[in-house]
């Protein structure tokens, strides 16, 4: 039997829903970026293109699929989609590759990394790092292009299932830079151990019992390949002070933005080079249904406690009777208030 893609509609909510405003017809597909994004509005009439939200799928399912069944479904108690409520923004959603998966027996699926379990997505972490590298490549270009276009501020990014973990470690390899804001629904955070002993200054390493071929090794293979193990020669990137008598301490979301730089073979740059702005200031949504069976609620809370402890503002909501989808309309009810309030974007009536 084939596997099913995450983002199954079966967990959806089964009463009546508020009538429906349409969403603006479809752009043509972008000429690049992972494969040709399927890209809605800004809506007809809207004089001016103001803001830019980017939304992964979850494994299995592509960008017009779950597109097109966000905008379509996903309406607050309004009864407006979020394409109504933002009508000067362009929604972009890109479709993975695909890769084979070996938590579904190598089949080949649309899927944004490889992933061995999705009860335990430690186990056999490395194997992720290739598609994270890829994947992060991709939609950096695209985020990068629509803030160009926006600024910064006015891009909004995330994503649901392993789309909203991808979409985790791209927003922690932008440090200092950060987006307007990021919304997660149903996922987890990839490598949340490493980036959690990282956070807190300790060595990054493979625990024990985490299902992979070398446990207890660390992740870069020896200390000489971690950015993090201390040096005595007096020659790393950190800034001095006092007349070069000391350094200037990593903050956590420094070290955590040049982890991820590192194992997604970026450059992982000087603390403060790029001006004191930190993605920490972009603000964080993250959903997840109580009885969500695919990506278990703790994923959610342990993503939530280690972008909390790098220095996020995360603003977390538990929906106790969904399951692995987004709760309508009191999920978007609160993505709404969240663009509205931690954002500071502006809301149609």
């Known amino acids: ?28 597909p972008l000429k690049s970026g992972p ?16 803001h830019t939200v980017i939304l992964l799928h979850g494994l299995g399912s592509n960008g017009v ?7 379509a479904t996903g ?16 929604f972009i959603f890109p479709t993975a590759k695909r890769r084979r998966s070996s938590a579904f027996g190598r089949s080949m699926l649309t899927q944004w990394f490889d992933v061995a379990s999705l009860d335990d997505p430690l186990k056999r972490k490395d194997k992720q790092l290739k598609g994270l590298a890829e994947s992060h490549a991709e939609i950096s270009e695209l985020v990068e292009r629509e803030a ?32 307007g804001g990021f919304m997660g629904m149903s996922g987890w955070l990839p490598l949340r151990d490493d980036l959690e002993d990282v956070a807190r200054a300790a060595t990054p390493t493979r625990k024990e019992g985490d299902g ?3 446990d207890g090794d660390n992740v870069f293979g020896s200390d000489d390949e971690n950015p993090f193990q201390h040096n005595d020669d007096g020659d790393d990137d950190g800034e001095h002070k006092d007349g070069g008598r000391g350094r200037r301490e990593k903050t956590p979301s420094e070290r955590v933005g040049s982890f991820v730089r590192e194992i997604l073979s970026l450059d992982t740059g000087r603390p403060g080079q790029e001006g004191p702005t930190s993605a920490t200031s972009t603000p964080v949504f993250l959903g ?21 402890a790098v220095g996020f503002d995360v603003t977390w909501k538990r929906y106790e009777d969904l399951g692995h989808w987004y709760k309508i309309p009191d999920e978007i009810d609160d993505i709404a208030e969240f663009i509205r309030s931690k954002m500071g974007w502006e809301l149609a009536g």
């Open 212 to 214: 992979g071929d070398d």
């Open 65 to 71: 699929k779950f597109g097109e069944e966000l905008l």
């Open 148 to 179: 160009a276009l926006v600024g910064r501020e006015n891009v909004l990014l995330g994503g649901i299932s392993m789309g909203c973990a991808m979409g985790l470690i791209a927003l922690l390899a932008a440090t200092p830079r950060g987006v």
């Open 75 to 90: 309406v607050a108690s309004s009864g407006r989609s979020l394409a109504s409520l933002l009508p000067g923004a362009k």
């Open 35 to 50: 494969g040709n994004p399927f890209v809605v509005g800004p809506a007809a009439g809207t004089s001016k293109h103001t």
């Open 1 to 28: 039997m084939d596997p099913q893609p995450l983002t199954s509609t079966t967990d959806g909510p089964g009463e009546s829903q508020p009538p429906i405003q349409t969403p603006s017809k479809p752009s043509a």
């Open 288 to 308: 997840h249904g109580g009885a969500d069976e695919k990506i278990k609620p703790r994923l959610g809370e342990e993503a939530r406690g280690v972008l909390e």
